[in-house]
């Protein structure tokens, strides 16, 4: 899954905890997870025949070689013996493959939720992302004088040390300011208001809003190339914009059209915007705008001028302070000396590493999480087991005499019992492969389709999956296949001929 995806947003951290009720959030994840249970059983469905193909194709590979001298021509018999035994009950074999791959399928989906959170939320040691934050006040508003004191800290080499500062603070710095403005300066709605990012156009080509999926590896090179190409264009002149697609579809504009938007937290600030550009439908920005910080300057200064005071936001004009630090250490110190400093008293400020930022963020959710990784998906992979040993328990008991007269036959009871295992881990291969393979590449296959015909899919062509996956799901159904058939296996070894017989008698 992709991690950006994950990420809470930022805007929410500087407003602080989620406040989304108990029972809010139960029926949004049962809601989330009963799709997700639709749309891999009908992905399960569909791939039944691929399912049913591959063991003709193995079968019918091992007819040809039953000729062969033993001991290849006497294995490919037995083996002919297993795909006969699947073939029995097909509608058996049918619903263990669509229930393996299901559950495959979930097992998966909540592993990348799990993966993704935790990478987030962990120190990565080459590249620190800190956040500055008002320590007290909600929303975080800071002066914008703080830049330049921050600045000059990250230059102090009695702060940082030259080995600890970045190679270029300049590229390693970045501040948001937010505002929310209205197409209507009388009645703002939903559909016509939008949240602008106030930034320096520069922060996007040097990589810091790369968190946010603006950068190459997001956005391919063909919507790189796009971007930059609309951020040139934003440089040529203050009053350029980049609006996300979705909010253009929303507001019912498009690139090239200009607009006039009126603040509602910057009071009597009105901006006149031209749209150069527009960030990918479904990304994280892409219901967002981002505008050029000095034009907020600008227009606060104006306002200054015209009404002979301050505007009341002025001096607190900076809602998030970003810096990108080379190692721990590097955030640890600068995070210290800004934390302990008195230039930073009218508010005090909070610095700390974006992934303690996001974790803190997530605690309320840290018990949910927990439950994921330690009770859902062990669960979930025992009723895989379950799942398997069920259906190979029935079809064990079905086949009493048979294995009775294949003993009679010569048959050793380590073939008996291997027959009934790689039943077992013929269907927990295909089903855990299959389910994982769908997952990571028929995303892709659609985003290329959208992309030659020219379409948009937002979920598909924003949906990443770790292809470590496609590793985990066979060995996962090679695993589940082997327990689940462990004990059916065994009292399969154990038949005893003369009570068989008996019986039949």
């Not at 930022?10 to 749309?39: D, E, R, S």
């Not at 040390?161 to 710095?173: C, G, N, R, Y």
């Not at 300057?297 to 080379?326: F, M, Q």
Request: hydrophobic share 50%; glycine share 8%.
């Amino acid at each position: 899954m992709d991690p950006s995806a994950m990420t809470p947003d930022p805007t929410m951290m500087a407003n602080g905890p989620p406040t989304v009720p108990l029972i809010q959030l139960a029926v949004y994840a049962a809601l989330v997870l009963f799709l997700v249970i639709v749309l891999l059983t009908v992905m399960a469905i569909a791939t039944l025949p691929v399912f049913f193909a591959a063991l003709g194709l193995m079968d019918g590979g091992l007819r040809t070689i039953q000729n062969d001298p033993d001991p290849v021509g006497k294995t490919a018999k037995v083996g002919s013996l297993v795909f006969r035994s699947l073939r029995r009950n097909l509608l058996r074999t049918a619903l263990t493959y669509v229930a393996l791959f299901v559950l495959t399928g979930m097992l998966t989906f909540f592993y990348g939720i799990v993966m993704s959170i935790e990478g987030l939320t962990k120190e990565k040691e080459g590249s620190q992302l800190v956040i500055m934050t008002d320590k007290f006040g909600i929303p975080s508003m800071l002066p914008p004088g703080y830049i330049a004191q921050v600045k000059g800290m990250m230059r102090d080499e009695q702060v940082l040390p030259k080995e600890l500062q970045p190679a270029d603070v300049d590229k390693s710095f970045m501040t948001w300011s937010f505002v929310v403005a209205s197409l209507d300066p009388v009645k703002p709605t939903k559909d016509n208001s939008m949240f602008l990012f106030a930034i320096d156009p520069d922060v996007v080509v040097n990589g810091m809003m790369a968190e946010q999926g603006l950068s190459k590896d997001d956005l391919g090179e063909k919507g790189w190339a796009e971007l930059t190409a609309g951020i040139a264009r934003v440089k040529e002149d203050k009053r350029n914009i980049v609006v996300g697609a979705d909010r253009l579809e929303m507001i019912g504009k498009k690139v090239g059209d200009s607009i006039k938007l009126y603040s509602t937290n910057y009071k009597d600030i009105d901006f006149e915007c031209h749209i150069v550009a527009a960030f990918p439908a479904g990304s994280r920005m892409g219901s967002n705008v981002a505008m050029r910080f000095d034009y907020l300057t600008a227009k606060l200064d104006d306002y200054k001028t015209k009404k002979g005071v301050e505007h009341p936001n002025a001096s607190r004009c900076v809602n998030l302070i970003w810096v990108r630090l080379p190692s721990k250490a590097s955030t640890e110190r600068l995070a210290s000396a800004v934390n302990q400093s008195s230039k930073f008293g009218a508010p005090a400020v909070k610095m700390e590493a974006f992934s303690a930022a996001i974790g803190s963020f997530l605690e309320p959710f840290k018990d949910i999480l927990w439950g994921m990784k330690v009770i859902i998906m062990p669960a979930i992979a025992l009723i895989m087991c379950l799942v398997i040993g069920i259906t190979i328990t029935i079809g064990v008991r079905e086949r009493w005499g048979e294995m009775a007269v294949m003993k009679v036959l010569g048959f050793q009871p380590w073939m008996v019992m291997g027959m009934v295992v790689a039943e077992a881990v013929l269907v927990g291969l295909f089903g855990g492969m299959l389910s994982t393979w769908c997952v990571y590449f028929l995303p892709k296959l659609i985003s290329w389709i959208n992309e030659v015909a020219g379409g948009k899919f937002t979920f598909f062509d924003n949906w990443k999956s770790d292809w470590i996956i496609l590793v985990w799901g066979p060995l996962l159904g090679i695993a589940v296949g082997t327990i689940g058939a462990a004990l059916p296996s065994w009292n399969a070894r154990k038949v005893k001929v003369s009570e068989v017989f008996a019986q039949v008698a």
